[in-house]
């Protein structure tokens, strides 16, 4: 029996089997995911946009990444929640917490740091803000963190890079869901007398 393990497979081997699966993933979508998508792979990997150089073909340039992220530091939390026009507590709660984590530099966050942003966003009250936490976190904007915090999922911190466009925002979170295998009963044959 062969070896599975990947650490033994020829590099050229992984590359042309990450290579497949990337165009079949890229396949899928349409122009503007397939920018969507090598952005954020970029970014998560620290790898510099491809650069069309005039002398010749592109390069990619590997750095370790200084930020993760672009930040406009520069928006509040009121104007960024104007940009995005959460339509409920937990669109709310979710553009909140990647506020937080890609504007104030906190990936971990409790149920008070969600209503006291809230609050200095000047948006109203949520009615349960434990619920709309529990409800973002049910739904797979948010995920558990340490010492139970919250944090922003990957699904969760697509959903909302796409916000106010829905359409796009339940696509990016549909297609960062893990696909589950099916629960199939097995056949069962009936005892015969």
């Known amino acids: 029996m062969e070896n599975q393990n990947p650490t033994s497979q020829d590099p050229l081997d992984l590359l042309s089997e990450a290579l497949t699966q990337a165009v079949a993933a890229f396949r899928k979508l349409d ?23 005039a002398s010749g073909p ?5 750095s370790e990444p200084t930020e993760r992220f672009s930040k406009e530091h520069s928006l509040s939390p009121k104007e960024f929640l104007l940009k995005k026009q959460p ?5 709310r709660v979710s ?5 937080l984590a890609h504007y104030r530099d906190q990936p971990h966050f409790k149920t008070a740091d969600i209503s006291a942003l809230n609050t200095e966003a000047a948006q109203r009250r949520f009615s349960n803000t434990a619920d709309a936490v529990s409800n973002a976190t049910q739904y797979g904007y948010l995920a558990p963190a340490i010492k139970g915090a919250k944090q922003l999922s990957a699904g969760g911190e697509l959903y909302v890079e796409a916000l106010p466009d829905r359409e796009a925002a339940n696509a990016a979170l549909a297609q960062s869901r893990p ?15």
């Open 58 to 62: 592109r390069t990619v340039a590997f």
């Open 87 to 91: 339509q409920s507590d937990v669109e």
């Open 179 to 193: 696909k589950r295998a099916s629960r199939k009963t097995p056949f069962r044959k009936k005892a015969s007398d």
């Open 31 to 53: 122009d503007e995911g397939r920018v969507k998508l090598l952005k954020a792979l970029s970014t998560l990997f620290g790898i510099s946009s491809p650069h069309e150089t």
């Open 95 to 99: 553009c909140l917490g990647y506020y």
